[in-house]
């Protein structure tokens, strides 16, 4: 089966920091989903990538597939507390029901 | 709005008891999702269901059982064979990965705690 494997496991930035959080796959991925979770609550879909080299943004957030579909990226431009939050990294394993296999999640803490 | 649900917020269970999630979506997504997550860990599949009246064993099934009879709800019941409950269960559903619409939505999740 897939694993994902996520770095840093924690991170924590001063607010105006960039960040960048990584997430490698040992096999090729089909789909690779980014979430948020705030501690207790559910997951917020961030964004999808499936091309190699592909690469999307939302508002602050860019994320990358490299092109060998190994390894994305997350990263973070000007980080804000708002920002703060646990993200977990999704490998799409190619199944006809959307098996997504999880990273263990990086912590993010920004300080104000 | 359209989202997903999930009830109660936080469960506590007495050994030997049965509990039931709950778990319901006005998305109109056919496929739906229960998984784990404990500290430390990404999140792990226990079931899946694609249809109305049709589900899959996920990677850790044991000690839990499922039922899809309204496309909008799929509760999970944690039972007395499951020994070490405690966790963090996440509902999912998506449109149709059938049809490669498989983008997860996930609902506030319910904390389970072993009195």
């Known amino acids: ?80 507390p708002s920002h703060a939050g646990i993200y977990l990294c999704g490998a799409d394993e190619g199944t006809s029901y959307g098996k997504l296999t999880f990273g263990q999640g990086t912590i993010l803490t920004v300080h104000p | 709005d359209g989202g997903i649900t999930q009830s109660p917020k936080y469960l506590f269970r007495k050994e030997g008891q049965n509990v039931t999630l709950s778990c319901e979506q006005n998305l109109n997504h056919d496929a739906m999702y229960w998984y784990r997550q404990d500290p430390g860990q990404g999140l792990r599949l226990i079931y899946y269901s694609q249809i109305v009246n049709d589900f899959q064993k996920g990677d850790i099934a044991e000690g839990y059982s499922v039922s899809r009879e309204k496309k909008e709800s799929f509760p999970l019941t944690v039972t007395s064979a499951q020994k070490n409950p405690t966790a963090f269960y996440l509902c999912a559903s998506s449109i149709d990965p059938v049809a490669g619409q498989e983008t997860q939505y996930f609902g506030p999740g319910t904390r389970l705690l072993v009195l």
């Open chain 1, 1 to 80: 089966s897939q694993e994902l494997e996520q770095s840093p496991q924690s991170l924590i930035v001063q607010e105006g920091k960039n960040l960048t959080i990584n997430c490698t796959s040992s096999k090729t991925l089909y789909g690779l989903y980014w979430y948020k979770q705030k501690y207790g609550e559910g997951l917020i879909f961030l964004m999808m990538l499936q091309k190699g080299g592909e690469e999307k943004s939302h508002e602050k957030i860019t994320a990358k597939l490299d092109e060998k579909k190994q390894q994305s990226s997350l990263h973070i431009t000007a980080s804000q």
